[in-house]
């Protein structure tokens, strides 16, 4: 994503700048490595972030503006999440209210109605069908008018396991919301097997039936009753998407999140804006 340098300029001097502070929050352990690194390097420098752990950076550059433009390039080209600064020079300039609200503006009905189907924000996830934890058949479709997290895993990932707690807190934490719903659909592998892991963890969320049966079964159905390979909808395991009340991606993450609790108050602000 490239920038222009005065517009750069401008920003800066609109987010102000405060005393060096903690490391960002939210970043995977090669993002903190890299941040570190980072703190070392020959100024001009800058350190850009994105929801859900993306991260880019540049250093030993000609201005502070080049810096900024270049960190934001590298961490939009590993995420299609909205990137911005987190710290220029010795500076940080991460804007602690702006952050829970990137992934607005919403769409309103009539954007809505024209998005085309993917897995990308600003599109409309397929429409997967499964069971709830009821046993009822469902499609995504069916929670119009919810914020949404989808959430593709497997009890035989260990990526997976180790992030189960956490989504599992922040869906305690947002227990209070009837405007919410978790879909969690297991690949490759029978519900009860998915079932059986979790209820061992003490994990309390509860898991929609995905329809997969053995480790073979690598596709997931959709409300028309056609299929669509698992590795469409999870480009890795787990993959999570987070749909505003009109059923639009407004957050994608192929591969795990790191720390789901941090993304509270983008769900909330989510659960506040959309669908108006």
């Not at 909808?233 to 790191?258: C, E």
Request: overall charge neutral; aromatic content about 8%; proline content about 7%.
């Amino acid at each position: 994503m490239i920038l222009h340098r005065s517009l750069i300029a401008t920003a800066l001097l609109l987010l102000g700048t405060t005393a060096l502070a903690a490391e960002p929050a939210g970043l995977s352990a090669q993002g903190l490595s890299d941040y570190r690194v980072f703190q070392a390097a020959a100024t001009h420098r800058a350190f850009a972030i994105a929801p859900g752990g993306a991260w880019g950076w540049s250093a030993d550059t000609e201005s502070p503006e080049l810096a900024l433009e270049k960190a934001l390039g590298a961490c939009q080209d590993a995420t299609p999440q909205k990137c911005v600064a987190y710290q220029v020079d010795q500076q940080i300039v991460f804007d602690t209210k702006a952050w829970p609200l990137l992934w607005g503006p919403y769409a309103n009905a009539a954007v809505a109605a024209k998005a085309s189907a993917g897995t990308l924000p600003g599109q409309r996830l397929p429409n997967l069908a499964y069971h709830d934890p009821q046993g009822r058949a469902a499609k995504l479709s069916d929670l119009k008018g919810k914020v949404v997290v989808v959430h593709v895993w497997g009890s035989w990932c260990p990526p997976c396991r180790l992030e189960m707690p956490e989504l599992n807190q922040l869906a305690k934490s947002l227990a209070d919301r009837k405007d919410m719903a978790f879909v969690l659909l297991q690949t490759r592998e029978p519900l009860d097997k998915a079932q059986r892991w979790a209820q061992g963890q003490q994990i309390s969320l509860t898991l929609s039936d995905s329809g997969t049966r053995s480790s073979t079964d690598t596709h997931l159905t959709l409300a028309d009753g056609s299929t669509v390979p698992d590795r469409e909808i999870a480009h890795n395991f787990p993959s999570s998407y987070v749909l505003d009340k009109r059923g639009l991606v407004v957050f994608a993450q192929s591969g795990p999140v790191t720390d789901w609790p941090l993304y509270e108050p983008f769900i909330r602000d989510v659960l506040k804006r959309s669908g108006k």
